[in-house]
């Protein structure tokens, strides 16, 4: 995680919420010509979590693999100069509240990849809001506007 306090903080988890997000903060960077920091966050699943035999790095792989797939997505071939990419262990809510000392701004998407999807807000991103350390941004999926 980048200690930079300048800063610009995107909680990424794949889904199209966070890709939002990604290219709302590279466009926040660029103006602010601040650095960009992708974060993504894995633990082990917790049905494994009673057994000796899984392999966490299977997981900390597949969130590497959500997380260079989303800056794909967003960016292509040509990811943004100063873009840091980090993993850190453990539950979104905590690890990006914690992550968002010192940073410009926090920005999340409006929902994840869990379930409810009638919520209005996740779980990660109320918390964000609430406990983050800095300003949070919390956006939506681009929707077509009407007039």
């Given at each position: 995680?980048?200690?930079?306090?300048?800063?610009?903080?995107?909680?990424?988890?794949?889904?199209?919420?966070?890709?939002?997000?990604?290219?709302?903060?590279?466009?926040?960077?660029?103006?602010?010509?601040?650095?960009?920091?992708?974060?993504?966050?894995?633990?082990?699943?917790?049905?494994?979590?009673?057994?000796?035999?899984?392999?966490?790095?299977?997981?900390?792989?597949?969130?590497?693999?959500?997380?260079?797939?989303?800056?794909?997505?967003?960016?292509?071939?040509?990811?943004?100069?100063?873009?840091?990419?980090?993993?850190?262990?453990?539950h979104p809510r905590e690890q990006l509240v914690e992550?968002?000392?010192?940073?410009q701004v926090l920005v999340v998407g409006r929902r994840?990849?869990?379930?409810?999807?009638?919520?209005?807000?996740?779980?990660?991103?109320?918390?964000?809001?609430?406990?983050?350390?800095?300003?949070?941004?919390?956006?939506?999926?681009?929707?077509?506007?009407?007039?």
């Amino acid at each position: 995680m980048s200690t930079s306090p300048e800063r610009i903080l995107v909680g990424v988890d794949g889904s199209a919420w966070s890709r939002t997000a990604l290219r709302e903060g590279a466009r926040i960077a660029t103006a602010l010509e601040a650095p960009l920091e992708a974060v993504t966050c894995w633990d082990v699943a917790p049905v494994y979590a009673g057994y000796g035999t899984y392999d966490s790095e299977f997981f900390r792989a597949q969130a590497q693999r959500v997380l260079d797939g989303a800056v794909a997505d967003v960016f292509g071939d040509d990811p943004p100069a100063g873009l840091t990419r980090t993993l850190l262990r453990g539950h979104p809510r905590e690890q990006l509240v914690e992550a968002s000392r010192g940073a410009q701004v926090l920005v999340v998407g409006r929902r994840g990849t869990g379930g409810f999807g009638a919520l209005l807000l996740g779980s990660v991103s109320s918390a964000c809001l609430v406990h983050a350390h800095c300003p949070v941004l919390v956006v939506r999926e681009d929707v077509p506007v009407r007039v």
